[in-house]
């Protein structure tokens, strides 16, 4: 029993014992060393992550520059249109819907004291430029446009009275226009009862809505203050936040505001061609010429 005791596995008796003790040291040396061997009896150390650091360093600029090149072509894909601009900053309108909204640059020409075919005495030839900026007709709103300005369809009217139809409307830049003019001819009431009482009097009372002989006239008083209330709304609510320099004067006061500032403007020829071609007066009098 004694030799069978002796007999029990050791794993350094074993070693010692072993016809491959040789070998098996060779191996036990190369694990202790932490270079294990390959298939082929060959040992390589195992790759550190630091020894690949250069490699990374010289692949990290590339990858940096596809990355801002694809941020950045993501923020120009993804900025939106001046149009989608202006159709979330404005109410809902037809005519924002039919993509009329074009912007341009310029400089205001409007130094103090200076020239304008809109401003001076009235003639009728002033008073007929006025007319055609404004006084274009109305257009049709569409049936469910009266939801979409949060409006009640409640007492509307229909476009040419039929209640197929949608609702008849008045873009609101011709009302502003409207009432710009007004307080023009309300400043000038004096000058129409003097010298184109005749004039106005043949069959001009809707290009000059006032009531010349009547100095004191509570229409004409209620129709201005309606349109000064009208034109603080418009501004204060746009609140146009555009610098107006001023520049140095030694004529004067020593100073004087530049009047002629930069703006971004839409441009109004389309919006007035988009008015024309959608005018329900420019529809009823193609219906009355047809038959």
Same mark, same amino acid.
């Given at each position: ?56 360093? $010289?692949?990290? *600029?590339w990858? @940096?520059?596809?990355?801002?090149? +694809? !941020?950045?072509?993501? &923020? ?22 039919a ?43 569409? $049936?469910?446009? *009266?939801?979409? @300005?949060?409006?009640?369809?409640? +007492? !509307?009217?229909?476009? &040419?009275?039929?209640?197929n ?12 226009l ?13 000058y ?35 349109? $000064? ?11 146009? !936040? ?23 403007c ?26």
């Open positions: 029993m004694f030799k069978i005791f002796n007999s029990v596995y050791s794993p350094l008796s074993s070693r010692s014992e072993s016809p491959h003790s040789d070998g098996d040291d060779d191996e036990h040396r190369r694990f202790i060393d932490g270079k294990p061997c390959c298939e082929d009896g060959s040992s390589h150390a195992r790759p550190r992550v630091w020894d690949r650091i250069p490699h990374f360093s $010289i692949l990290l *600029p990858v @940096l520059a596809v990355l801002n090149f +694809g !941020l950045f072509l993501h &923020q120009y894909l993804a900025s939106p249109s001046e149009l989608a601009c202006a159709r979330l900053l404005s109410p809902y309108s037809p005519a924002m819907e993509d009329i909204v074009e912007y341009y640059d310029t400089n205001f020409q409007n130094e103090f004291g200076g020239k304008s075919p809109y401003v001076g005495p009235p003639t009728p030839e002033l008073e007929e430029r006025w007319d055609d900026l404004w006084s274009r007709g109305t257009i049709e709103l569409p $049936i469910d446009g *009266p939801a979409k @300005l949060n409006k009640s369809t409640e +007492g !509307l009217m229909h476009a &040419q009275k039929d209640p139809r949608g609702y008849t409307a008045v873009l609101e830049v011709f009302h502003h409207h009432c710009l003019n007004q307080i023009r001819q309300f400043t000038w009431k004096d129409y009862a003097t010298h184109m009482a005749d004039w106005i009097e043949k069959d001009n009372h809707g290009i000059v809505d006032l009531n010349v002989t009547d100095t004191h006239s509570i229409g004409d008083r209620m129709h201005v203050d309606h349109c $000064i209330e009208a034109l603080r709304l418009q501004i204060m609510c746009y609140a146009d !936040l555009t610098p107006l320099l001023i520049e140095v004067d030694d004529n004067s006061l020593g100073q004087k505001a530049d009047f002629n500032v930069h703006h971004r839409r441009n109004w020829d389309r919006v007035a061609e988009w008015q024309d071609a959608h005018s329900i007066e420019s529809e009823m009098r193609r219906q009355s010429n047809s038959t």
